[in-house]
């Protein structure tokens, strides 16, 4: 009778217990489809949330970088108010947060957002505050395609083959505008490509659906781009 070695037994009995705790993330890095991008981003898009007055900062947090979240004390009606629902992600300057991480924040009282501004634009990293939870525009990128990192409207070129033109956007796709802003391509909107629906971080309110004007998109220095790696 064939008797196996110890440590050859050990294996086989491991071997499975080990495929199951590797198999969810053996999945989780494979790259993203095209429709798993788009149920990513509406996912931030329709995300339902509702803050209170512990999400509320207007002023320096405990390290000292201003904070200005996108809620309705700033004039705008259409932010979020204290006590009432809210959907979509808040916009957050340098903001790379999962959607558990968000619900993590806004219940431990962490400031639901930080608007953009000239000068978190000049200090870049230095006015990332740890003290708010959300998603920048190319955080929000990064999200939807997969990245274990964020990368920057800067950098984002550098995952991405540069397309030839409008013509040839697919869903998944951005128009990425390098130091500026990016938004995710959804689909045209009429048989000419004049106007297209996107998702994006909007850096004045939240992740939500937009429609832009694709001339105005290329006069205004947006490049289209297509991730490497997404699959169809």
Not at 29 to 41: G, I
Not at 136 to 152: A, P, V, Y
Request: charged fraction near 20%; glycine fraction near 10%; charge should be positive.
């Amino acid at each position: 009778m064939f008797n196996p070695q110890p440590d050859i037994l050990m294996k086989r009995l491991l071997l499975p217990v080990l495929l199951v705790v590797l198999a969810p993330l053996m999945a989780s890095a494979a790259p993203p489809t095209r429709a798993e991008v788009l149920r990513t981003a509406e996912s931030f898009v329709n995300h339902q949330w509702q803050p209170t007055a512990q999400n509320l900062l207007h002023g320096r947090d405990s390290a000292g970088i201003e904070v200005q979240t996108p809620d309705r004390s700033t004039g705008n009606p259409d932010l979020w108010l204290p006590g009432q629902p809210y959907v979509g992600v808040p916009y957050k300057w340098g903001g790379f947060d999962s959607l558990e991480s968000f619900g993590r924040g806004i219940k431990a009282g962490k400031a639901a957002g930080d608007l953009y501004n000239n000068e978190k634009r000049r200090l870049g990293g230095k006015a990332v505050s740890a003290s708010a939870v959300g998603l920048d525009c190319s955080g929000f990128i990064s999200r939807c395609w997969g990245l274990k990192e964020k990368q920057s409207t800067s950098s984002l070129s550098g995952l991405c083959v540069k397309l030839r033109g409008l013509a040839e956007l697919r869903p998944g796709d951005v128009l990425n505008q390098a130091g500026g802003h990016v938004v995710l391509f959804v689909k045209w909107l009429d048989d000419t490509q004049t106007r297209f629906l996107c998702y994006e971080a909007e850096p004045f309110s939240r992740v939500r659906a937009s429609e832009r004007d694709a001339a105005a998109m290329l006069f205004s220095g947006f490049t289209p781009l297509r991730y490497r790696q997404i699959r169809d």
